[in-house]
Every structure is written in C-alpha cells, then in structure tokens.
C-alpha cells in the first residue's frame, strides 16, 4: 500500500519543513510514502470561502482514482489515540488498498464534493490547528503508528 498526504499550499516556515522533511524520511523506511502539495488558488483571498473551497475540492479530488481510500483530517472526524490509528492503517494495509489518502484542506476545510467522496474523517484533535502545523502532526502519528505496529520502542503507553 502506498500513503499519500495531500495539502494545500506550501509552508515557508524552515523550521516546520525540517520537521516534516525529517518524518517523511522516517516512515518512508517502512512503507512506500508521497507527499503531495495541491498549489495555492490564485487570488484565493479575495474569493469567497465557497468557491475557493470548491476549487481546492477539485484539484484534490484530481488526485484520485476509483480504488483509492480517502481520509479527510478534518475537526469533526473520529477522534483516535495513537495506538487506535496505527489499527486502523493496519487495517487499510490488510484490506488489499492500493493507495491510501490523507488530506489536509485548505484555511476554510473541505468543500461538500470532498466531503461526499470522502471514505472516512479523522480529527487529530478538539483543538484548531493550522493547515501548516497540522502537516508536522500528522506526520509524526503516522511514524508513530508505523513504529508501533513494528512493535519498535518508539512509542510508550
């Protein structure tokens, strides 16, 4: 199974890319891994929410195939602790899919056409972050979930 993180807009921040740059190496070692970075929409701030929503849909939406599984990180999805998630990308590794997407929507979140495609909705927490941090976030849980399902010494109840 290959995992992909899809996100809208790159991060200036150096030292927030180091860190993400820094996970990405770590669970490439255990499986096949791509990140991919959807453009920011020109002139997207002087749009309405909606719309802009709607053209961020799209191109994420473009990314995919009919198989593929689609896993919104989103504040209203189930709340999972580490352990809980590392299961459930074991359970996406055992079900045969070929390719596994997490998403990471824009400022405003996703648009209704990615919500209607979406397979499953996962928060990362109650809290708000920023699309920017979530990117470092995301990938240290799914090093994490990686490490545990290796049974490595990374993670501690």
């Known amino acids: 199974m290959k995992t992909y993180l899809v996100m809208i807009g790159r991060t200036d921040n150096a030292w927030l890319n180091a860190g993400v740059e820094e996970y990405y190496k770590r669970i490439a070692r255990y ?22 929503k709607d053209k961020e849909g799209a191109l994420i939406l473009k990314q995919l195939s009919g198989g593929d599984i689609l896993v919104l990180l989103d504040e209203k999805g189930r709340q999972m602790s580490s352990r809980e998630f590392s299961v459930f990308v074991q359970k996406q590794m055992l079900a045969g899919i070929r390719r596994l997407f997490f998403i990471i929507g824009g400022a405003y979140g996703f648009s209704d056409a990615v919500y209607q495609r979406a397979d499953y909705q996962i928060s990362l927490s109650k809290m708000t972050y920023s699309h920017q941090m979530v990117r470092l976030i995301f990938a240290e849980q799914l090093y994490r979930a990686h490490s545990i399902l290796n049974n490595e010494p990374y993670h501690h109840d």
């Open 31 to 52: 499986a096949p891994f791509e990140p991919i970075v959807i453009q920011d929409i020109r002139r997207g701030a002087s749009m309405p929410e909606k719309v802009l």
